[in-house]
């Protein structure tokens, strides 16, 4: 079933689906080693939840350590052929730090404009470190977006957020590498939900990999966000989104229709975390699967432990069970671009004297 495994160095997705993007012989093949993720199998928390065959796509493990760098790579590519000079971006933080990445890779200019008081510490550090021009808006993401849209319109500087439809056909290929794993497309994929370019993404992809006939079947595509920003769940946008998730902290996503296409043409659903369900899904997976992940993330966690909820009070509903299904969750970003949330459990630490008898007593040795 696989077409496109390989096993050697990471050559990055340019190179891999070559033949499924948009590249020409012009197109510059990038590569800071994105793609090749992880796909980790459960040892814990399917057991939890009953599910035999749970998966976690290690999407944190691409090289700023979010699934960002599979589209940018590609929106990047695109823009450097296009002879642009700088790239733009509106951005909860993960967008900003793959965008400053790939621009200084190749010498672009990378303006990226960030909610200035919601956005995680460590995607902040990365913008900066790579050299990125950041302009802190004293505003939320939706209406960042709307600026740089704007901007992009009005002056010569290539937009790189998922609008960008490059950064779709690239996220696409983490779909592949899934199918490419199984030998099949897993039976449910659990996803996080912010501005959506993702759930597209994912859903464009199997659906490639079907009609290619790569992959026997499709997977139904539950989509998950924060019950404070969960304009697709309620079906409006909603004007001040708010949840510990700073990167799906978004009121009216720019790839709506798309996420509505995933989840109805693959018989699946969207609906919301609370951020209590999110946080207790963060440990848990920290915990007792070592996966340190960011809170947007483990909010495709807690829509699984919420789904499997449920599945066990309401047995005898087939389409719910997940006992004997392959379920995929795609764990997005990194824990570590996070650290004050991941701080807040700072309380968990024990003082200690620097003495011997102190640690081992500590330790409850003696
Ligand atoms: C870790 O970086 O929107 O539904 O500006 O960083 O495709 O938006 C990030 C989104 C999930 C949601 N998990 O994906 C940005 C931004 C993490 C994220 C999402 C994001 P989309």
Redo the contacts with the bound molecule.
Sequence with gaps: MSSTVSNSAREGILRRYRDRLPITDATPMLCLGEGETPLVLSRRLGERVGCRRLYFKL??CNPTG???DRGMVVAVAKAMEEGARAVL??????????AAAYAAHCGLEAFVLVPRDNIARG?LAQAVAHGARVLALQGN?DTALEIAREISRRHPVAIV??VNPNRIQG?KTAAFEIVDALADAPDILF???????????YWLGFVEYYQAELAARKPRIM?WQAAGAAPIVRGEPVEQPETV?S??R?GN?A?WKG?LAARDESGGAIEAVTDEEIMDAYRLLAQEEGIF??P??A?CVAGLLKHALSAKQSKGTPELDIADKTVVC?I??HGL?DPETALAIEAEMTDVPAELAAVERAMALT
């Design positions: 999407e944190m979010s699934f960002k971006c509106a951005s909860t933080g993960n967008t900003s730090a793959s995607k993401f957020n998922s996220q996803i996080p939900v912010g501005n959506a370019g993702n759930i597209t993404a989509g998730a990167a799906i978004i996503p790839s996420a992940a960011e947007a993330s909010a795609i997005t970003g671009k």
